[in-house]
């Protein structure tokens, strides 16, 4: 069965840095693409970045390109999303889901409300605050 668990949440200073984990069980990330989403109070989901290892696609929200950075451990089928220089903004809970990557095609795509990705892990709380 098809899981994803997230990990390494929790509270940070602005400017800080936390690396958030996926772990996927069940299925190989050499045919699934993987991407992180955030939800912050009373906003709707925002997709943040994507990883897709058949093409070695990434891609990124503008609202974190230059700070966040995603990667994989093939062996682990864990992957990671680094982030750096944390602002209140980023304050949210994160989600990793995975997506077939044949419905995506040779770049992964992230957007909020993209139901092509339709294995969710349960969230993580990552607060930036003083």
């Known amino acids: 069965q098809l899981q994803l668990v997230e990990s390494g949440g929790g509270l940070v200073q602005p400017g800080g840095s936390l690396r958030l984990s996926c772990a996927a069980s069940g299925f190989t990330l050499d045919y699934y693409t993987i991407g992180w989403f955030r939800q912050a109070p009373g906003k709707e989901r925002e997709g943040v970045s994507c990883?897709?290892?058949?093409?070695?696609?990434?891609n990124y929200a503008d609202s974190v390109k230059g700070r966040f950075t995603i990667s994989t451990d093939n062996d682990k089928s864990t992957v990671y999303l680094q982030m750096n220089s944390l602002k209140s903004e980023d304050t949210a809970v994160y989600y990793c889901?995975?997506?077939?990557?044949?419905?995506?095609?040779?770049?992964?795509?992230?957007?909020?409300?993209?139901?092509?990705?339709?294995?969710w892990g349960q969230g993580i709380q990552v607060t930036v605050s003083s």
């Open positions: 889901a995975a997506a077939t990557s044949s419905l995506l095609g040779a770049i992964c795509t992230v957007a909020g409300n993209d139901g092509r990705y339709r294995y």
């Open positions: 990883i897709m290892r058949s093409t070695s696609s990434t």
